[in-house]
């Protein structure tokens, strides 16, 4: 129904019959507000504009596409939204922060395209939202159908493989075994993650937190380091993990989660 014909909807400023000229006080005050609007909003412009320039030249400055390594820098993104929330008002902190994901992911896209695929039969939208939360209106995505196409897709550089840890096909055991060029460097979820993004990340570049291990049976474990587990799968086991270790190393490190 359009909204001219719903009473509960209708117009309520301005008053349907303000003349023009109207130099009521309410009106005056609202006017001087939308102008402070619209000059922050030219500010805002001209900042984020300046913002893409440089995250553009970054871009250049960085070694892919020829490197090995998408341009997506996870530690310096965590850096970055740490900053600045730190710096927001407590009550903004939530807004700043989804605000700002946008932010870099346009300053990501500047560099390239960001592409995302996303595997998650049992909660596909939640698993959807959370990967565009995290990428961006920027990130151009996809469901896949296959865990392991992703992986393969994500191991020749193309893209970022989001894969839902709780379906029943454990996909991240080939981490450790064929997908050594691909790192984890998301989860989704909370603590114990039900999903982890997956691509070929410059493993210097990974964010700081728990670090993420796909175990078999017979390794040796990391001695001090607290373990949460995520999934199993005869005698493999993947967990998070406290301990500072190499990825790449014989504990079976494959990245790090913020
Ligand atoms: C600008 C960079 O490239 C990307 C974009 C970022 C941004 O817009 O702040 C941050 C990290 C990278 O994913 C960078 O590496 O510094």
Do not use: Y
């Amino acid at each position: 129904m359009p909204h001219a014909l719903n009473p509960a909807l209708q117009q309520v400023w301005p008053p349907a019959d303000r003349r023009p000229d109207d130099i009521s006080p309410e009106h005056m005050a609202l006017a001087a507000l939308r102008h402070e609007i619209d000059q922050l909003d030219d500010e805002i412009l001209a900042l984020f504009e300046r913002r893409l320039t440089i995250a553009a030249r970054v871009g250049r400055a960085k070694d892919a596409p020829a490197g090995p390594h998408l341009k997506l820098r996870p530690d310096r993104e965590q850096t970055v939204l740490r900053r600045v929330s730190d710096r927001a008002r407590p009550a903004n902190r939530a807004t700043v922060q989804a605000l700002w994901r946008e932010v870099v992911g346009h300053g990501l896209a500047r560099q390239g395209p960001i592409r995302v695929q996303v595997w998650a039969p049992l909660e596909p939208t939640r698993a959807w939202d959370a990967a565009r939360r995290r990428f961006g209106a920027a990130a151009e995505m996809r469901m896949a159908e296959d865990p392991q196409a992703a992986l393969r897709w994500a191991a020749e550089g193309q893209g970022v493989a989001v894969l839902a840890i709780n379906a029943g096909e454990p996909w991240w055991i080939g981490l450790r075994r064929q997908w050594t060029s691909l790192s984890v460097f998301e989860g989704f979820g909370g603590a114990a993650p039900t999903a982890l993004a997956v691509g070929k990340i410059d493993p210097a570049a990974l964010p700081t937190g728990p670090r993420v291990l796909v175990g078999a049976g017979g390794d040796a474990g990391d001695g001090a380091g607290r373990r949460i587990g995520l999934a199993t799968h005869h005698g493999w086991t993947l967990c998070l993990t406290d301990a500072p270790l190499p990825v790449g190393g014989p504990e079976g490190c494959v990245g790090a989660i913020a």
